[in-house]
């Protein structure tokens, strides 16, 4: 990259980066060479870099030996302010409308185009789900994803309307269809999905919204999943906005989180 | 530390985890000198340093100016086999546990002599607890410690039994009596303590056993906290084992964590 010790410093800290960067949900055990390829790096600065990572504990080494996050990841992780400062703080809610109603409660905010699910609460007797802690998904097919799409600015609705992707067959992905619902969201207060997402479930979902300097903002969305043939849907939303409502009472005593 | 590029890389690598590594549970947020000092780098090396780890995701900083862990180390913790393998496979039975009982619930690993809490699940009617995901607590003052030091190598009994801290007046630290009470969670197969790591709880805890190709052994350990003057504990121990088996049967189907 560069001759000078900042430039190969530079170097080296971006190449330890994108070893780790090589793991993702999909691939959370890698080989040498997998992790070499993923990363774009040599095979022997791969190997020093994670002979390094591994015996500070960013990684561990499996008895396959296959490469994996290791604790001290994770326990950095649960410092991140989406953990301490929100995660934590909501999930006595959520299990307040878990222990209501028994179904997958989850809570999620908007990271770009997409709703960030950061905390869960399902039973085994809930219905299955495809969203985990940490999973992304769609705004535009999601009951959390359509409050937090209702309160974005308008250059983020705009994006999302440009080119809405189509989960299943009951996904709305007709610009005007959207926008329509997006206002009818607004007025009403909460979002309600039906085998948007993934067949056989439907959804409702509320905002969480916290009083700041400048009024009222929403920080995350609430929501509820359910199975389709469920027909007390508009039943659950005020189950949802007393349970939002201790959330966002409990946020504006923090500061703000991102 | 070294002229040639490979010292000069592992320096950098080492440089860049110390910096990640001054962050902890008691200061989830730094400033750039507090940094530097906690991680023992010169401030211009730290502020280089925090500026690529920054653009990468790992850390973020505030708007008051102080770093804190990013949303992308974050997405990496999720991945470690604690949280994949274990935590996310037995939640649904903490569920269940605090469905039946609405007391705190939570999972430990041993970790070294410490109990390393990997999973709790605790309404707002929940006894207060000072235990949180991450906790690291002592062995032989936990119900879940007493349970996995009960199934612990010899060599750490020894090392516990030698210089066990008092977390309480309450707390058991002679090692006569903690070696007469491991023996008796053996025989018994659960552990209970009364206000021994905070005064007005106490607890009940059983080990997770997992059969492996060399025999069972206690993967984890599952306990319930509740308020001290509680007279039913004993009661309590049926249902953490029948959350315990469920466990234990669903580790059995996946490869070992670490």
């Not at 500070?56 to 296959?66: K, N, T």
């Not at 960030?116 to 299955?128: A, D, K, N, Q, T």
């Not at 849907?233 to 009472?249: F, K, N, T, Y």
């Amino acid at each position: 990259m560069a001759g000078g010790s900042a430039g190969a410093g530079r170097s080296v800290t971006s190449r330890a980066l994108a070893v780790l960067g090589a793991f993702d949900a999909s691939s959370p055990r890698l080989t040498l060479t997998e992790i070499a390829e993923r990363s774009g790096t040599p095979l022997t600065t791969a190997h020093r870099l994670l002979a390094e990572l591994t015996a500070w504990g960013a990684l561990s080494r499996r008895a396959d030996g296959r490469y994996e996050i290791g604790r001290r990841l994770w326990d950095l992780g649960l410092l991140a302010p989406v953990q301490l400062e929100l995660r934590q703080l909501a999930a006595p809610f959520l299990l307040d409308v878990h222990t209501a109603t028994r179904d997958t409660v989850h809570l999620a905010v908007r990271e770009g185009a997409h709703a960030l699910y950061v905390e869960r609460i399902s039973g085994r007797e809930s219905v299955p789900v495809v969203s985990q802690v940490g999973s992304r998904l769609p705004l535009h097919a999601t009951g959390v994803g359509k409050v937090l799409l209702a309160a974005a600015p308008d250059e983020v609705v705009a994006q999302v309307l440009a080119a809405p992707e189509r989960a299943t067959r009951h996904t709305v992905v007709d610009p005007a269809l959207l926008s329509r619902e997006l206002a009818e969201i607004r007025r009403r207060g909460w979002a309600r999905t039906a085998e948007e997402m993934s067949l056989g479930t439907a959804s409702v979902a509320v905002p969480v919204r916290v009083e700041r300097a400048g009024g009222p903002v929403v920080a995350a969305a609430l929501g509820i999943v359910v199975p389709s043939h469920r027909r007390d849907l508009a039943r659950l939303a005020p189950v949802l906005e007393v349970a939002a409502r201790g959330i966002g009472r409990a946020l504006a005593r923090t500061e703000p989180f991102r």
